[in-house]
């Protein structure tokens, strides 16, 4: 062998080395590329999962904050509704004739609401003021019809003494069964 074969055959092995590390080497990066993208689509999911997750939590948070205010209006409406009944037998004993049996009802309605009512009190912006009222005696055995002033007072009376009961009533009132049970429960203390 001459040496112009050795050197041509030198140099084809150095091309055929030097092409297999090329191809070698792209092939390796080409596995890192891949590598890269998958984990690069695996971030991307995490945190499109993150986001998914963490808009469910605040839209969980949003209908549980719509659930308080509703139950936070609520109450309020309680209140508000409980001072407005309290007013509404203050002025029923300035107009009635009948002021006896209208104390009796406010100072059952006081004593059985006065520790709600003043907590209510104590912790509500506007200044709500509870005079404290006398109880009239009233003999027990004299029974007397009851006395309206307030005509919706009256009817709901009249229908539950033509045997409706406290639902029919409120839902014919459109009004809640709460108030109705009151009313009721006030009307019934003073008879």
């Known amino acids: 062998m001459d040496i112009t074969t050795i050197l041509i055959a030198l140099i084809i092995g150095c091309t055929a080395i030097t092409v297999f590390s090329l191809m070698a080497l792209l092939y390796v990066r080409r596995r890192e590329r891949e590598r890269d993208n998958k984990e690069a689509e695996r971030i991307a999911k ?9 808009n469910a939590a605040l839209a969980e ?3 549980l904050g719509a659930l308080i205010q509703k139950e936070v209006d ?3 409406k309680s209140v508000l509704f409980l001072y407005n009944l309290v007013e ?28 709600k009512l003043r907590s209510i009190a ?4 506007e200044p709500i003021v509870f005079d404290v009222l006398e109880k009239p005696k009233i003999n027990k055995d004299e029974k007397k019809c009851p006395k309206f002033t307030n005509p919706k007072h009256k009817q709901i ?11 029919e009533i409120a839902k ?20």
């Open 46 to 54: 995490t945190i499109e999962d993150l986001d998914a997750a963490l």
């Open 61 to 63: 948070i949003n209908k």
């Open 74 to 76: 609520e109450k309020y």
């Open 88 to 115: 509404d037998k203050q002025k029923e004993i300035e107009e009635s004739t009948d002021s006896e049996v209208i104390s009796e009802m406010i100072a059952q309605f006081i004593d059985a609401h006065s520790t």
């Open 122 to 125: 104590e912790t509500s912006s």
């Open 157 to 167: 009376w009249e229908m539950r003494e033509k045997g409706q009961n406290v639902p």
């Open 172 to 191: 014919e009132l459109s009004m809640g069964q709460g108030e109705v049970k009151l009313i009721l429960d006030l009307v019934d203390r003073a008879s």
